[in-house]
């Protein structure tokens, strides 16, 4: 696999599914967790300016000003960011490319990655711009699908047999915890790992599989709830500080 996103096959797809009404795959209750997760890990105040990178459509972005963040949407894709100023007039975004953050040196206090590390074959870029556009102190939070959790291997790693192409872009593989905390780590932060399970679903691209939603929903909770199974939970949350 190249280690470069295909920035081009990225914009395509995202602008593609931006007239989606079911773009969003969470349930808003599973939307609102997230987030909440997210900051309680980094313990940002509220007015604290916020970068949410990859923001697609704006949910999060607008969840972020709801929470009292002072927050600012970025995407690859112009059909999402026209759609999240659509969707959100009250909140601010930017198109433009994680690898080149339109943002000065040290001028965010907090930068969420949202579902995005695990769309860059090599994410090293990336988390040298989130580290330069961090104020001191500043922290990132990234969460994405954990290669680690059997449904997400056989349903979205390309080993697996039972590799599903449907709904994803060919730059997008879950990731394993120690590579993406060790990215970011060699930038300059100190980070972090947690995992999260229980993240209900209300949309699966594949219409053959969407049947089987309840039924994840239901394991996904149920067989990773204890605590010896947290390396194994759907999601990985990477979250560090700047010095």
């Known amino acids: 696999m190249s280690l470069a996103q295909d920035k081009q096959k990225e914009i395509a797809f995202f602008d593609s599914h931006a007239a989606a009404a079911a773009y969003d795959v969470f349930t808003p209750e599973t939307n609102d967790r997230l987030i909440t997760t997210c900051m309680r890990l980094v ?125 994803v872009t060919e730059n997008e593989r879950p990731i394993l915890a120690y590579q993406v905390a060790s990215v970011f780590r060699q930038a300059g932060f100190t980070v972090g790992t947690d995992y999260l399970s229980g993240l209900s679903y209300r949309y699966l691209a594949s219409s053959r599989l969407r049947w089987v939603l309840p039924i994840y929903n239901v394991l996904d909770r149920a067989l990773f709830a204890p605590s010896i199974m947290k390396p194994f939970r759907s999601f990985v949350l990477t979250y560090g500080k700047k010095p």
């Open 43 to 167: 313990g940002l105040e509220q007015g604290a300016r916020i970068a949410d990178l990859g923001c697609g459509s704006g949910v999060f972005t607008n969840l972020l000003r709801h929470q009292g963040y002072n927050p600012v949407g970025l995407d690859l894709s112009p059909k999402l960011i026209s759609l999240g100023r659509a969707n959100y007039p009250n909140v601010e975004f930017l198109e433009g490319d994680v690898e080149s953050l339109p943002f000065p040196d040290c001028s965010l206090d907090g930068v969420l990655l949202s579902g995005l590390v695990h769309h860059l074959p090599n994410p090293s870029r990336c988390a040298t711009e989130v580290f330069r556009v961090l104020k001191s102190n500043g922290s990132f939070v990234a969460f994405d699908p954990n290669r680690m959790n059997p449904f997400m291997y056989l349903y979205r790693d390309h080993s697996s047999p039972f590799y599903s192409s449907v709904g």
